[in-house]
């Protein structure tokens, strides 16, 4: 039997890189999937497409998580078309990489109100909306554990993910596990662009395995999150870096 057999599960900003890649996973291993997005909606389109290729069951719904209205019809659309939500996956965020010093008011706004807001508002209703014994899964980045430079309001974004995560672990109750996936550098259109080889060669060199993770290496893991075999954890930051930190 599939391991996510009969599960509805919702994915934020799952049109493209790591998101795109953990909801075709999750479709693969018997899920339904919510592909979620907010601007991208051919790519939203694309990604269905290849999931019901595969002969997957997905829907692609339209939210900008850092829109409380929004993410209330997110949640609201998906339980009135499939019954329910078992799983959440908040995997929508920005980055924008200057030192801080350089940052704008607006780019700390909006890192803030994606990477934190987003989950606060998801969080908020799954409370009451997610079903009983459920699975949530906050994407946050190993880049917490990192002094990187021009990476300052970013990793600040995704510590609060991380407490916010160990924080409502303890307040939700119902059988719901509530954990962090950490990832390092991975491979994504997004990441690679503007970046030197150089650059992503010492990246590469930081971990055990001497090159960058490819999404499929962290969908792996969000597929077990996502099922009742990892229902004994909760509350904790699965690092997924190849020994990076």
Not at 34 to 46: D, F, K, L, P
Not at 92 to 98: L, N, P, Q, T, V
Request: net charge negative.
């Amino acid at each position: 039997m599939e391991k996510l057999e009969n599960k509805v599960i919702i994915v934020t900003g799952s049109s493209r890189g790591i998101g795109k890649e953990i909801a075709i996973q999750l479709a693969k291993n018997g899920a339904t999937v919510i592909v979620n997005y907010s601007n991208s909606a051919e790519e939203a389109e694309e990604t269905i497409n290849t999931i019901i290729s595969e002969g997957g069951n997905a829907l692609a719904i339209k939210a900008d998580v850092s829109d409380k209205k929004d993410v209330t019809n997110l949640f609201d659309k998906t339980i009135t078309t499939y019954g329910k939500v078992d799983v959440l996956i908040n995997n929508a965020g920005i980055m924008i990489s200057k030192t801080i010093k350089d940052n704008t008011e607006e780019d700390f706004t909006k890192q803030f109100d994606i990477n934190v807001k987003g989950i606060f508002y998801t969080l908020q209703e799954a409370y009451d909306k997610l079903a009983d014994n459920g699975n949530i899964i906050n994407i946050s980045s190993s880049t917490v554990k990192l002094m990187f430079p021009t990476y300052a309001l970013y990793s600040a974004s995704k510590a609060a993910v991380e407490q916010m995560t160990r924080v409502f672990s303890k307040e939700i109750g119902r059988g719901i596990s509530v954990n962090a996936l950490a990832p390092g550098a991975t491979e994504t259109e997004l990441f690679l662009n503007g970046k030197s080889q150089d650059f992503i060669d010492k990246l590469s060199s930081m971990n055990a395995f001497n090159r960058l993770a490819k999404p499929i290496d962290i969908a792996k893991i969000a597929v077990f999150l996502a099922s009742d075999d990892s229902k004994w954890i909760s509350g904790q930051v699965i690092g997924a870096n190849g020994a990076l930190v």
